[in-house]
């Protein structure tokens, strides 16, 4: 076969536009989920791995949103049901819930944990300039926890802030 | 032979630490007269101004000479040992190791104690008893091959080494220059029995050596100690000539020449026919360079150690494979630990090609050895755990050693005679364990020497001994370790300690304590008795510091004291970090794992030995003990299938003294878990001491026993004041 038909046919960023192929951008990519009809996202280098929903070991006393630890390759990870740490939606566990693990590392420690959410749906380009940030108008979600919006079509997503995620507050435990 | 040194910095460090201590625990045990201590003491040094004169780390060769030379005196009956000595050479040994410390961090250090120590070393040996030598000291120092001989001696020295002496990895070049540091030494090489090129073999080494050293100060004992590495691989004659007039010996240089010729001239050629054979040009290399150092040797008068060029004898030959970075710890396993390692992994492979060649062409006839198969692996991964955890046990002489030291001191500094009694210092524990439990220990001990014994006229008027005594005991127990700190002194006092806790508000005035409840609140935070503050101990920062150290290692403290009596500690530490027995029980649908050290006995409840007490509290009869029953599904809020006592399952276990029943839906198996921190990812939980993953996949919590019976406490308080709180409510309504 002739090299230059071939060399010609390999699609060069600009000219096609293809859905579903992700070309490397410069911005940063997030991954996004979903709880309940919202769409939320967390920086892609965070995630760890995507897991399939199994029941967890119960940490005795713990509060309701921390379901328990599973066994990840040998470490002891926590799993924190996201839809119970925020109050949005329905709590039910069906096929599509998954668990995000997230590995946040910062110079004072490395933690990972695993978020229940009620699925994933795709990895998110957004550059700098793309992020807005959230209107402080109520809403549930600790003002904290959200590093800002992005418009993705007629929808916004929220970018979670994974250090605030990762961080459990004393009080949560009771 | 050119081989990087750097990489034997760990071993020489590790060496000189062990020498450090050999040293201290010798110079305290030194009694007059002792020559083998001293000797001992004196190998110590010596080994240490030897590493670190081959790696090139002056200061320390420089100070260690001075240490030398007073040793070298006293070993030599010269001069006599007096107390003030042995603390100048225990100063001494404490720079040294301040030294090399600096070394191994790779930092600067204070080095105004190093001086004040060094000029007290030149004043001693100043005020020795060989004015001759009173310049020696300082001056030395920056030169030690430069000795001002007074009491000079000739040596003659025929040493023949055997012709396969190089191959073992030693260097005559290295002896002759540890020789010179006794004086001046002139080396002759004889070359009678060297063969013709044609037939030498260059790892063989053909000549011998007559050696003439003029020393002032060496004896028959220190020019073999030079030998000491070779002496089985070398006949070895040494005679002395009392010399009239010193440095008089130079017959012998123009023979040198000539013999130096010679050998020079053989090196060439046997390189030259040598190279041309591919398979031995490594080996060309090493010997052609001995020959080298041979040459040098035979033309010794005033040469400085080489220390680059040469492999140290003591050093290890194989090149470590990584360059250890000086702060990783490192472990010396014995090796018989090491062969049973490998006895144990030889029988796992046999184990595995047996159950591999089962599974090859595998039917049901053959269930039955494969159940054996499968046994015999069980043994051997068990073995091969007990053997690996066991690489990791040290005898407990390690954080033990540096307490006769500590007392020392303490007792100079007190003004209180005190002897310290050590009992199975050879009990083995985990390392990570003995090295955080060092300073609490020290802890204990200063507390010891500061409160418990008391001053000698004290002591006196209460009918005792004037020397007060400590003892420091460790034995197993079960299976954990105790370490036991006792004192014959005056016991904690009870009313002042009680006094102390209410003026801190730690207790009520008028509560009725027992009086270990009353010696627990020394561990309270901010708790001291000491009506003055010393520097040994008594800031009140203490005792709490050392409960919460004892217990972050899974291990729990005890006192028990005698008024006039005295006071002993009890530490109980875990052999392990890692692993754990643990029984499995089932709690609703959560498997729990339990110690199994802590557990007494697990039982069927019989209705009729439950009673209720005090309202709701349950007591299992126990033969004659009551014990409490902790339900732990109320406890850790869990669905469970059985919520009434009656008939359910009670495991017994037993923390801080205290049995407590744990009623659990069930029993399952028995076994070893590894312990993994829930702390990581997420924290501390209250009644779980950590987590642990069974054998299908899963996490099971294990549970901590005195967290547990900590809890249940703290819940039957609560209850007791939000009674106490009705009763009061109900009486302001009345």
């Not at chain 2, 040194?5 to 000189?16: G, N, R």
């Not at chain 2, 595995?352 to 090859?360: R, T």
């Not at chain 2, 002194?489 to 009680?498: K, L, T």
């Not at chain 2, 009623?663 to 001491?689: C, H, R, T």
């Amino acid at each position: 076969m002739d090299i230059q038909a071939l060399a010609q046919e390999i699609p060069v960023e600009g000219e096609y536009s293809l859905e579903g192929i992700d070309f490397i951008t410069n911005g940063e990519q997030y991954l996004t989920f979903v709880l309940d009809t919202e769409h939320y996202a967390v920086d892609i280098l965070c995630v760890e791995e995507i897991r399939s929903w199994e029941k967890p070991t119960k940490i005795p006393n713990a509060p309701t949103h921390v379901k328990g630890v599973i066994n990840m390759r040998g470490v002891i990870v926590p799993v924190i049901d996201l839809r119970i740490k925020f109050g949005i939606g329905e709590v039910a566990y069906c096929k599509t819930t998954v668990v995000i693990v997230l590995t946040y590392e910062s110079d004072a420690q490395s933690r990972t944990i695993g978020f229940v959410v009620d699925a994933v749906s795709d990895v998110l380009n957004a550059e700098e300039s793309e992020i807005k940030a959230a209107p402080a108008f109520g809403g549930i979600i600790p003002h904290h926890y959200v590093n800002g919006l992005v418009n993705v079509g007629e929808g916004v997503v929220t970018l979670l802030d994974v250090e605030a995620l990762q961080q459990i507050e004393p009080h949560e435990v009771g | 032979m050119s081989v990087d040194l750097s990489q034997f910095i760990p071993t020489f460090l590790a060496e000189s630490f062990e020498g450090l201590e050999i040293m201290e625990s010798g110079l305290l045990n030194l009694e007059a007269g002792d020559s083998e201590m001293i000797n001992a003491i004196f190998r110590a040094a010596h080994s240490i101004k030897g590493g670190a004169g081959t790696f090139g780390f002056g200061h320390v060769t420089e100070f260690t000479h001075l240490v030398e030379t007073l040793l070298d005196e006293m070993r030599d009956g010269r001069r006599e040992i007096n107390p003030q000595e042995k603390e100048v050479l225990l100063a001494s040994v404490d720079c040294i190791r301040l030294m090399i410390e600096a070394i191994q961090n790779e930092n600067e250090y204070d080095d105004t104690s190093i001086v004040m120590v060094s000029v007290q070393l030149s004043e001693l040996l100043a005020n020795g008893n060989e004015p001759a030598q009173t310049d020696k000291g300082l001056s030395s120092s920056s030169e030690p091959l430069d000795l001002t001989p007074s009491n000079t001696t000739k040596w003659n020295i025929l040493f023949i080494p055997e012709h396969h002496l190089v191959q073992t990895g030693n260097d005559p070049l290295l002896l002759f220059s540890a020789l010179e540091d006794f004086g001046e030494l002139t080396a002759t090489a004889v070359l009678d029995n060297l063969p013709s090129i044609t037939e030498m073999d260059v790892e063989e080494l053909c000549m011998h050596w007559q050696l003439t050293l003029i020393s002032d100060n060496a004896t028959e004992d220190d020019i073999r100690e030079v030998f000491e590495w070779v002496e089985d691989e070398c006949e070895l004659t040494i005679s002395e000539e009392e010399l009239e007039q010193p440095m008089q010996e130079e017959s012998g240089s123009t023979e040198t020449g000539e013999h130096e010729n010679g050998s020079v001239d053989a090196t060439p050629s046997s390189e030259q026919q040598l190279s041309n054979d591919d398979e031995q040009l490594t080996q060309t290399d090493s010997t052609a360079d001995t020959n080298k150092a041979d040459s040098q040797a035979s033309n010794v008068t005033a040469l400085s150690p080489s220390t680059d060029d040469n492999n140290s004898p003591k050093a290890p030959k194989t090149p470590a494979k990584s360059k250890a970075k000086t702060d990783q710890g490192s472990i010396r396993v014995g090796v018989d630990k090491v062969d049973s390692l490998i006895n144990l992994v030889g029988e796992l492979v046999i184990t595995q090609s047996m159950l591999s060649e089962l599974g090859n062409d595998f039917d049901l006839s053959k269930v039955e050895k494969l159940t054996a198969g499968l046994e015999q692996l069980l043994q051997n991964t068990k073995e091969l755990q007990e053997s690996v955890m066991r690489i990791r046990m040290l005898p407990i002489s390690f954080a033990f050693n540096r307490f006769p030291r500590l007392i020392h001191d303490l007792s100079m500094k007190t003004g209180k005679d005190i002897e310290l009694i050590i009992n199975g210092e050879n009990t083995e524990l985990d390392k990570t364990v003995m090295e955080q439990i060092g300073d609490p220990l020290v802890h204990l001990v200063r507390n010891a020497v500061d409160h418990g014994i008391e001053p000698v006229e004290k002591r006196l008027a209460a009918g005792k001994s004037e020397k007060g005594t400590i003892w420091l005991d460790a034995y197993h127990q079960g299976g954990s370790i105790v370490i036991e700190i006792r004192d014959d002194g005056g016991g904690i006092n009870r009313d002042a300690v009680f006094n102390k806790a209410v003026e801190k508000g730690l207790v009520e005035p008028n509560a009725t304590l027992t009086d270990n409840q009353v010696f627990e609140l020394i561990f309270e935070p901010g708790f001291s008795t000491a009506k003055q503050l010393s520097d040994i101990s008594g800031r009140g920062v203490g005792m709490d510091v050392v409960k919460r150290n004892i217990q972050s290692l899974g291990g729990r403290i005890q006192v028990e004291s005698t008024k006039g009596q005295g006071s002993t500690f009890k530490v109980h530490l875990p052999l392990t970090l890692a692993i754990l027995d643990g029984q499995l029980v089932r709690v609703g649908e959560e498997v729990f794992v339990v110690p199994l050290i802590t557990i007494v006995e697990s039982l069927q409840a019989k209705p009729e030995l439950i009673n209720k007490v005090s309202g709701d509290m349950m007591l299992y009869r126990l033969r004659e003990d009551n014990v409490p029953v902790i339900p732990i599904f109320q406890l850790f809020n869990l669905p469970a299938e059985s919520q009434s006592v009656d008939n359910s399952l009670l495991v017994v276990v037993e923390a801080d003294g205290q049995k407590v029943g744990l009623m659990v839906d069930d029993l399952l198996a028995q076994q070893q878990v590894v312990i993994k921190s829930l702390k990581d990812n997420y924290q501390d939980v209250a009644g779980i001491s950590g987590a642990t993953i069974l054998g299908d996949g899963s996490v099971a919590m294990i549970v901590d026993v005195p967290g547990i019976i900590q809890m249940a406490l703290e819940i039957a308080q609560q209850k007791q004041k939000q009674r106490n709180n009705v009763y009061q409510l109900e009486g302001a309504l009345n």
